[in-house]
């Protein structure tokens, strides 16, 4: 199985952006399907941060109290592929976002998508 | 639940025994992982379940505890296991919280 992200993206604050996690090589697409996708927030030099996961079987969809309303996580189970979108976005939204399978643990990551937000 | 990992930083040389620790403010039982991630890279799953070892996790590499503590312990280090190391419990979750990270440099 690999998580193919989309690539970098650089945007002007206000702006609304949407990137992608593609499940592929798998065998099943219940190995995409039947597991939890996480997205997470590395900021330049810093930790990991959980952001949020989706189930993209029924589209279950869970947030960090950090991110409720600031982001919203979607998925398309048909083309196994989850998705990050913000409606405006600020200059602290620049970071590197990695999608990630798991059930808890998270066993597969996607390469990350770099998305740099300035003026 | 927040999760503390210490030290910030562990200078070693190759061949050295590594020993991390994690430390969650409240019970999470077995449910920690332990990720490596090197630069320019996303984070690899080392660790599950507290102790089990991924797929593809060297054995030189094990973890422990339970609970509120919780250690990775590299036994001797190879060039390649410098990096930076994350804990990640899972109980009850969502939410999910991550360890400030603990840097492996070469000493």
């Known amino acids: 199985l690999q998580l193919v992200q989309s690539g970098a993206e650089v945007k002007k604050p206000g702006e609304s952006l949407t990137i992608s996690c593609k499940g592929s090589?798998?065998?099943?697409?219940?190995?995409?399907?039947?597991?939890?996708i996480a997205w997470v927030r590395q900021m330049p030099g810093k930790g990991l941060e959980w952001m949020g996961v989706?189930?993209?079987?029924?589209?279950?969809?869970r947030y960090s109290p950090s991110f409720q309303g600031r982001v919203t996580i979607s998925a398309d189970k048909s083309i196994t592929t989850a998705y990050l979108q913000w409606s405006s976005l600020e200059a602290s939204d620049t970071a590197i976002y990695y999608c990630?399978?798991?059930?808890?643990?998270?066993?597969?990551w996607g390469q990350g998508t770099l998305v740099t937000v300035s003026s | 639940i927040v999760m503390t990992q210490s030290p910030a930083t562990l200078s070693l040389s190759p061949g050295e025994r590594a020993t991390l620790s994690c430390r969650a403010s409240?019970?999470?039982?077995?449910?920690l992982a332990w990720y490596q991630q090197k630069p320019g890279q996303a984070p690899r799953l080392l660790i599950s379940?507290?102790?089990t070892r991924a797929t593809g996790t060297p054995a030189r590499f094990s973890g422990s505890g339970s609970g509120t503590e919780f250690t990775l312990t590299i036994t001797s280090l190879q060039s390649e296991d410098f990096a930076v190391y994350y804990c990640?419990?899972?109980?009850?979750?969502?939410?999910?919280?991550f360890g400030g990270g603990t840097k492996v440099e070469i000493k």
């Open positions: 990630a399978r798991g059930e808890g643990a998270f066993d597969f």
């Open positions: 090589g798998y065998r099943f697409s219940t190995d995409f399907t039947n597991y939890w």
């Open positions: 989706i189930y993209p079987a029924d589209s279950d969809t």
């Open positions: 409240q019970s999470v039982s077995s449910n």
């Open positions: 379940g507290a102790f």
């Open positions: 990640q419990h899972y109980n009850n979750w969502p939410p999910l919280t």
